[in-house]
T-cell receptor, first 113, second 115 residues
Framework: QKEVEQNSGPLSVPEGAIASLNCTYS??????FFWYRQYSGKSPELIMF????GDKEDGRFTAQLNKASQYVSLLIRDSQPSDSATYLC?????????????FGAGTQVVVTP | NAGVTQTPKFQVLKTGQSMTLQCAQD?????MYWYRQDPGMGLRLIYY???????DKGEVPNGYNVSRLNKREFSLRLESAAPSQTSVYFC??????????????FGEGSWLTVV
């Protein structure tokens, strides 16, 4: 069983709509949660991180964390063609594995004009 | 403002050949990492170095060795390349391996093909 699961997509989203990406993780002791965006042929770049239950907003992006359900999501509001990319969910493990991120395989998002 | 720099960007190797991927960061980070990325597999940690002078195995260390040359540099060596090591390799760094919100910054990647 993979430790971090994401739907591979592609997730097709009309321009201006909300894209909703989901991620589940298996390690109940996970502490920090990250969303990275990766354009084709490029390196991952951090969008935002969250480590407390609830919502965290940064511009058009909102991360949502529910540790009881072992679930983290990313909402992209007012989706733009430039948001077309693969979005990687990453999770740190328990205390003895800080910094050793476990990545999901990513969800491909395609924003259509 | 270079961040994390890795070389070479592209390399083709024959099976059995050896090579070293070089990585350097200029952000004064303590921790450095090597990941590989394969289609449908996401990023997998090969080795990491929590601080200068230490290295530890990650999820997929077999067939690789690393050297933390100094605080800035962390190299990855393939002693006898195999086709299964065809992948995109990313070097990364962070302030430390601890703490909530610990942010890992990635280099631009090295595309390695083993034939």
């Amino acid at each position: 069983q993979k430790e971090v699961e994401q739907n591979s997509g592609p997730l097709s989203v009309p321009e201006g709509a909300i894209a909703s990406l989901n991620c589940t993780y298996s390690d109940r002791g996970s502490q920090s949660f990250f969303w990275y965006r990766q354009y084709s042929g490029k390196s991952p770049e951090l969008i935002m991180f969250i480590y407390s239950n609830g919502d965290k907003e940064d511009g058009r992006f909102t991360a949502q964390l529910n540790k009881a359900s072992q679930y983290v999501s990313l909402l992209i509001r007012d989706s733009q063609p430039s948001d077309s990319a693969t979005y990687l969910c990453a999770v740190t493990g328990t205390t003895d594995s800080w910094g050793k991120l476990q990545f999901g395989a990513g969800t491909q998002v395609v924003v259509t004009p | 403002n270079a961040g994390v720099t890795q070389t070479p960007k592209f390399q083709v190797l024959k099976t059995g050949q050896s090579m070293t991927l070089q990585c350097a960061q200029d952000m004064n980070h303590n921790s450095m990492y090597w990941y590989r990325q394969d289609p449908g597999m996401g990023l997998r940690l090969i080795y990491y170095s929590a601080s200068e002078g230490t290295t530890d195995k990650g999820e997929v260390p077999n067939g690789y060795n690393v050297s933390r040359l100094n605080k800035r540099e962390f190299s990855l060596r393939l002693e006898s390349a195999a086709p299964s090591q065809t992948s995109v390799y990313f070097c990364a760094s962070s302030v430390s391996t601890g703490g909530g919100g610990n942010t890992i910054y990635f280099g631009e990647g090295s595309w390695l093909t083993v034939v």
